[in-house]
């Protein structure tokens, strides 16, 4: 039960990514690549005047995987926290004595419903990377 409530948060998250890379990231790609493009074609610009060109051309495809890097650690960190927790009480369930095969099952559904909840984060989660993104000149 575990298995697919993970199965399933990772692949909404794969979903979030993958729709936020194609309507976002790509065209902030395509522009640092012509932005870079653009500053090799100076040819009276001096090498380090064309480097930093570059280096602001390729500054908000920079700050738009911070972003996303960002947001997706403090997702993970979250999934995390609710699994140790589980974890946890398991072992305190065990170690009262609990008999394990009913510990097993707490646990289990203790991982599915740190699964179900963080399913319910992913659109949030997606739409504050949109808007963050967004607002990137």
């Known amino acids: ?10 692949a909404a998250v794969e979903s979030a990514v993958q729709a936020l890379e194609r309507e976002r990231i ?5 522009a640092m690549f012509r ?3 653009r500053c090799c074609e100076d040819s009276a610009a001096s090498m380090q005047e064309v480097q930093r060109c570059i280096e602001r051309c390729h500054a ?5 995987q911070a972003i996303v890097t960002a947001e ?3 997702f993970q960190d979250r999934l995390s926290r609710c699994t140790l927790h589980c974890n946890d009480k398991a072992r305190d369930a065990l170690d009262a004595g ?5 510990v097993r099952g707490q646990l289990d559904a203790c991982l599915a419903s740190c699964g179900e909840d963080h399913l319910r984060l992913v659109p949030a989660m997606a739409k504050k990377m949109q808007e963050s993104l967004a607002s990137i000149q």
């Open 1 to 10: 039960m575990a298995e697919a409530a993970q199965s399933r948060v990772q």
């Open 26 to 30: 790509r065209g902030m790609q395509g």
């Open 35 to 37: 932005c870079s493009a």
């Open 60 to 64: 908000p495809l920079a700050q738009a």
């Open 72 to 74: 997706l650690e403090h």
């Open 98 to 102: 609990g008999a394990e095969a009913r």
